[in-house]
């Protein structure tokens, strides 16, 4: 997992050392912030892998969701979000702290030493000011986040578990206990947990980070499920055939990766056709909503739902056939975008549905202003409630993408990039150096590579020039003086 700066990780913990200050003002304004009855709960719902067309809401017309609709419906919907490293762990930890991957540390799915203490996510930050915290589901991020404190945790942390004889990890009240393997379908599983715990009587508000498995690969499906989309047909991406036209545009730092239906890289996680892994992955999703939806009516019984703030996204998307691609990594847009939605009646207007580019930057900090509580200076994304409100004039143009985990597992090049609101720059920098240029306005499918072409040299400088300044602004260690 090379960088291109060999003084990058000193450079980084100079950075964390900045900020451990900024850590400590938060914790103690976290501390000062009494808990009150008008303090909502929260429920982050992280999707595995799940496309932002991967919703009926969304127009999806043969995946049918409406428990994920319900949240998009009476609350915002957002078009356009995305995340900054399109891979498990690194997209993780941005979520908890607000920071990109090259602040974080966590460049790839292989870093297994946890977040620096320096580093806070945003679950401290919640318990400190008196929430009870939880997390249910897939962790996959350093040692599982198991040495920060959690009233309830129940969690495993790989790229999945046994779908039907899962292992997870359970603990209460700040001690973690030892694995243990189950007999039941693992997000039925972890669903069930989920609701045993916020069935306890509690003083204090809640916070559950519900983090599914499904659809990750092997692509099991719930049993329940097993003939689901039988005779449906799947219809071909428009670039499916694109991969036999021998990549048209495309560096080799795209041809040449082993993310594609029918590789035998990963063994028995590949998908073998189109049909298999649309199949798969939209029947999981069928069970991922249905899971969704019996903590719905929990909330709705209990009276809770509108106390409640649920927010929904995903650690990023999927490739399902494009270029003949699975997976992700790339910055191309299927792999990059994610949903969006935040639904909280008392602060979000519902119906709403909006164009501006946010992103998994900006979940930590979106939920401390929910919670009322200060967002730390340090961090590097923005909360999305003024935003989602109508009260935000001055929203991002552009932002940073970043990807470093190479040559394992699929051969796919570190690359960073810039996207606009209208263009998209792709820098694979390790020799030999491609690029990819994109018009998303006239090109939104990234078919036709203007990397190279005179008429757009001026274009390209400019949007190098912002990533080195995009870099600079959020302190990236490998980035050359």
Partial sequence: MPLDDSGSHASRRHFLQAGAASLTASLASSLNAAPSASRPNIILVLGEGQRADAMSIAGNTLLQTPNHDRIGREGVRFRNAFVTNALCA???ATTMTGMYSHSTGALG???????????????DLLHAAGYEVAMCGKAH???????????????????????????????????IGRPDTYNAYADDLMTSKALDWLKQPRQKPFCLLLWFQTPHAPFYRARRHLDLYNGVPIPKPDTFDDDLKGYPGKPRAFADADNKIGTTVL??????????LVKDYYAGLVAVDENLGRVFDWLDQSGQMDSTAIVHCADHGFFLGEWRMYDKRFMHEPSIRVPMQIRYPARIPSGRVLDDMVLN?????????????????????????????????????DWLYEYYEYPDAEKVKPSRGIRTTRYKLIHYFNEPEEFELYDLASDPGERNNLYGQPAHAGLTRHLMDRVTELRRQTRDPALKA
């Avoid at 799915?109 to 679950?123: A, E, G, Q, R």
């Avoid at 063994?267 to 298999?276: M, V, W």
């Fill in 141 to 175: 991020l350093g040692n599982g986040l198991q040495e920060r404190y959690w009233d309830y945790y129940f969690a495993f942390n790989s790229p999945a578990t046994n779908y039907y004889h899962p292992t997870f990890t359970e603990g209460r009240n700040g001690k």
């Fill in 109 to 123: 799915n292989h870093v297994k030493d946890p977040l620096p203490s320096s580093i806070p996510v945003f679950t």
């Fill in 90 to 92: 690194p997209a993780r």
């Fill in 267 to 276: 063994g028995t996680d590949d998908p073998r056709s189109l049909e298999e």
């Fill in 361 to 397: 930057l900006d979940l930590a900090p979106t939920i401390l202003d929910l919670a009322g509580i200060k967002i730390p200076d340090h961090f590097q994304g923005r909360s999305m409630v003024g935003l989602a409100r109508g009260e935000e004039s001055n929203w991002r143009q």
